[in-house]
């Protein structure tokens, strides 16, 4: 099964400033159709998860350009440009490259 | 409107069994892989089992092959999960997710005698 593993575990923003989480898989997600199926999800408190990214860097429909995505291969990264209260929650990685599909374990990021 | 709605859960004993229902509205279902996600109490999120859009494809994780059994019904734009042999390490919340894009609120199944 692919491992996917983030950090941090945990990590405090100050509104406005800018927030960078990490993901790593333990194989590439490169697919031979030349497409990369990394995933990024936030599950809010007492909430679904939500999709805020596909492919790396796509955002899902009505997700503010302040989140954007990067990387290649096996190292991933999520950004927010500027943080705001409503962002708080847990930010998922997920590869869809094979089956299992698999999360990693969370970024919990608080204000 | 979007909607996925998850049939309510309960309390099963151990060893007990257990359908989940998954009803959907206002996007394509036919055209939709469908999957089952579930969240233990304080954990993370687990993906459980996927189904394409013309059944032809299923695939289960480890955790569950053999005891789970996913199923759809695209005239009813509804996706099920049959679970058996249902083990305290079964207690989630259990969401329904079309592609990963469109998420229920979740159903709490509890394993506890």
């Known amino acids: 099964d692919i491992v996917m593993t983030q950090t941090p575990l945990s990590l405090s923003v100050t509104p406005g400033q800018p927030a960078s989480l990490s993901c790593k898989s333990s194989?590439?997600?490169?697919?031979?159709?030349?497409?990369?199926?990394l995933y990024w999800f936030l599950q809010k408190p007492g909430q679904s998860p939500q999709l805020l990214l596909y492919e790396v860097s796509s955002r899902f429909p009505g997700v503010p350009d302040r989140f954007s995505g990067s990387g290649s291969g096996t190292d991933f990264t999520l950004k927010i440009s500027r943080v705001e209260a409503e962002d708080v929650g847990i930010y998922y990685c997920?590869?869809?490259?094979?089956?299992?599909?698999?999360f990693g374990q969370g970024t919990r990021v608080e204000i | 409107e979007v909607q996925v709605v998850e049939s309510e859960g309960g309390l099963v004993k151990p060893g007990g069994s257990l359908r989940l229902s998954c009803a959907t509205s206002?996007?394509?279902?036919?055209?939709?892989?469908m999957n089952w996600v579930r969240q233990a109490p304080g954990k993370g999120l687990e993906w459980v089992s996927s189904i394409n859009n013309s059944s032809n494809d299923i695939q289960y994780a480890d955790s569950v092959r053999g005891r789970f059994t996913i199923s759809r019904d695209n005239a009813k734009n509804s996706v099920y999960l049959q679970m058996s042999s249902l083990g305290a390490e079964d207690t989630a919340m259990y969401y329904c997710?079309?592609?990963?894009?469109?998420w229920g609120q979740g159903t709490l199944v509890t394993v506890s005698s």
């Open positions: 194989e590439s997600l490169l697919h031979y159709d030349g497409k990369t199926y």
């Open positions: 206002g996007f394509t279902f036919s055209k939709f892989t």
């Open positions: 997920m590869q869809g490259i094979r089956p299992p599909w698999t």
């Open positions: 997710a079309g592609e990963f894009e469109l």
